[in-house]
């Protein structure tokens, strides 16, 4: 019995040893099956390429390559990738039937769609999004008309955009008009060559303009005629029909005049004021007035009476109260200076001067009498004289009544 229980015991440890034996041979086996069917299942066959020039040009069926291209437009792939996008997959097609009204059809509508990304790209200022989208397309048809437009286009933007860059990088750097060539009123220019109808182009010119318009107005009101007058010619160069152009122009010939007019009659009176002083001491007149011929006295009071009598705008025009309350200058607001010029005298120049010069201002502003009160030399009396005359004030205002004023100014004079 011991004996018989034994060999059971053996039996049953060699037949659980057998078994186990093949339970793993059962779980690697599976094991390998399934990784086998693993790999299997990833090697998927490859989707058929027709990049082959040769195998395009057979005569094989255009459907298969049909159904490829509209399955590549209806998943979007219109462009992109290549050679697996339905423009390719369509031009391919007729490339095996030249006459496919299915394909042609297919092809227009793969375009269109193209054309109208570009023109996306293009509202967006993406210009070389634009660019390429119109060379892909002039490779499958370079016949487009349509394509070739929108790339011009968008190569003519992207000029502008840049053109437009340069100008603004001008105006910063205070390059208006010149130098020539490489300046804002140029680059903008260059725009409008390239979009006549460029809205903002246009505008900046004006702008730019009407600014060289205000810095001309600006110098004459402080009786810088020339600076004005060059200022005005070169806002006129820009843009011609700007407001203010005119007027800005009759100001200055007004200016001119004005101060032309104010200077004779400076000089006659000057003239007649040596005539009298060389009359009643029954010598020549003085240096002062021995630049210019001198006329007898009656002569030069009669010509002195005629350009009073004639001229609005000349230092006697209004009366002069006998009692002006005398101010500092600093107390003044002129609107008007002129600075002395430097007397041309015959021989070697005498140097540097001073004249300290007393005026009257009437209740208008104009300076209506000025009177030389010490100098460094007489050579520069009439100089400062002259300047003196030309100037222009506020009203001095007392309890808010314009008031007529006495004051002094030095003028210092620089070879």
Same mark, same amino acid.
């Given at each position: 019995?011991?004996?018989?229980?034994?060999?059971?015991?053996?039996?049953?440890?060699?037949?659980?040893?057998?078994?186990?034996?093949?339970?793993?041979?059962?779980?690697?086996?599976?094991?390998?099956?399934?990784?086998?069917? +693993?790999?299997?299942?990833?090697?998927?066959?490859?989707?058929? &390429?027709?990049?082959?020039?040769?195998?395009?040009?057979?005569?094989? +069926?255009?459907?298969?390559?049909?159904?490829?291209?509209?399955?590549?437009?209806?998943?979007?792939?219109?462009?992109?990738?290549?050679?697996?996008?339905?423009?390719?997959?369509?031009?391919?097609?007729?490339?095996?039937?030249?006459?496919?009204?299915?394909? *042609?059809?297919?092809?227009?509508?793969?375009?269109?769609?193209?054309?109208? =990304?570009?023109?996306?790209?293009?509202?967006?200022?993406?210009?070389?999004?634009?660019?390429?989208?119109?060379?892909?397309?002039?490779?499958?048809?370079?016949? #487009?008309?349509?394509?070739?437009?929108?790339?011009?286009?968008?190569?003519?933007?992207?000029?502008?955009? &840049?053109?437009?860059?340069?100008?603004?990088?001008?105006?910063?750097?205070? *390059?208006?008009?010149?130098?020539?060539?490489?300046?804002?009123? +140029? +680059?903008? *220019?260059?725009?409008?060559?390239?979009?006549?109808?460029?809205?903002?182009?246009?505008?900046?010119?004006?702008?730019?303009?009407?600014?060289?318009?205000?810095?001309?107005? &600006?110098?004459?009101?402080?009786?810088?005629?020339?600076?004005?007058?060059?200022?005005?010619?070169?806002?006129?160069?820009?843009?011609?029909?700007?407001?203010?152009?005119?007027?800005?122009?009759?100001? =200055?010939?007004?200016?001119?005049?004005?101060?032309?007019?104010?200077?004779?009659? %400076?000089?006659?009176?000057?003239?007649?004021? %040596?005539?009298?002083?060389?009359?009643?001491?029954?010598?020549?007149? &003085?240096?002062?007035?021995?630049?210019?011929?001198?006329?007898?006295?009656?002569? %030069?009071?009669?010509?002195?009476?005629?350009?009073?009598?004639?001229?609005?705008?000349?230092?006697?025009?209004?009366? !002069?109260?006998?009692?002006?309350?005398?101010?500092?200058?600093?107390?003044? #607001?002129?609107? *008007?200076?002129?600075?002395?010029?430097?007397?041309?005298?015959?021989?070697?120049?005498?140097?540097?001067?001073?004249?300290?010069?007393?005026?009257?201002?009437?209740?208008?502003?104009?300076?209506?009498?000025?009177?030389?009160?010490?100098?460094?030399? #007489?050579?520069?009396?009439?100089?400062?004289?002259?300047?003196?005359?030309?100037?222009?004030?506020?009203?001095?205002?007392?309890?808010?009544?314009?008031?007529? !004023?006495?004051?002094?100014?030095?003028?210092?004079?620089?070879?």
């Amino acid at each position: 019995m011991a004996t018989l229980q034994s060999s059971e015991s053996g039996l049953f440890e060699s037949f659980g040893l057998a078994a186990a034996v093949v339970v793993a041979g059962v779980i690697v086996t599976a094991a390998l099956l399934r990784n086998q069917v +693993s790999q299997q299942s990833l090697e998927l066959p490859a989707i058929p &390429t027709f990049a082959s020039s040769a195998a395009r040009e057979q005569g094989t +069926s255009a459907a298969p390559v049909i159904e490829l291209a509209t399955a590549a437009f209806a998943a979007g792939r219109i462009l992109e990738p290549a050679e697996d996008n339905a423009l390719h997959y369509y031009r391919l097609a007729l490339a095996r039937e030249p006459g496919n009204p299915e394909a *042609r059809r297919g092809l227009e509508d793969a375009v269109d769609y193209a054309l109208n =990304i570009g023109e996306s790209a293009l509202y967006y200022n993406r210009w070389q999004e634009a660019e390429r989208i119109t060379e892909q397309i002039l490779r499958v048809v370079p016949s #487009s008309e349509a394509a070739n437009t929108l790339k011009l286009r968008a190569i003519r933007l992207r000029q502008v955009e &840049t053109l437009l860059d340069e100008a603004s990088a001008h105006v910063a750097a205070g *390059r208006i008009d010149g130098p020539r060539g490489f300046n804002a009123v +140029s +680059s903008y *220019r260059k725009v409008l060559r390239l979009d006549a109808n460029h809205n903002q182009a246009r505008v900046a010119l004006r702008q730019l303009a009407q600014g060289l318009l205000t810095s001309a107005q &600006t110098a004459v009101l402080e009786s810088d005629l020339e600076a004005g007058d060059t200022l005005l010619n070169r806002a006129r160069a820009i843009s011609s029909d700007i407001a203010g152009l005119d007027a800005a122009a009759r100001s =200055i010939r007004d200016a001119r005049a004005a101060a032309a007019e104010a200077a004779a009659a %400076a000089e006659a009176r000057e003239l007649a004021a %040596a005539a009298s002083r060389a009359a009643e001491s029954g010598v020549p007149a &003085t240096d002062e007035a021995a630049a210019v011929p001198t006329p007898d006295l009656a002569a %030069a009071q009669e010509a002195l009476a005629a350009l009073l009598s004639s001229q609005e705008v000349t230092p006697v025009a209004e009366p !002069v109260v006998e009692q002006e309350l005398e101010v500092a200058f600093r107390k003044l #607001s002129p609107v *008007r200076r002129f600075l002395p010029t430097y007397p041309e005298l015959l021989g070697s120049p005498i140097g540097k001067g001073w004249v300290e010069v007393s005026f009257t201002v009437a209740a208008s502003g104009r300076v209506v009498a000025a009177e030389v009160l010490d100098s460094s030399n #007489s050579a520069f009396h009439r100089s400062a004289l002259t300047s003196m005359r030309r100037w222009r004030f506020r009203p001095y205002r007392v309890n808010g009544e314009a008031t007529p !004023v006495r004051s002094a100014l030095r003028f210092s004079f620089v070879p």
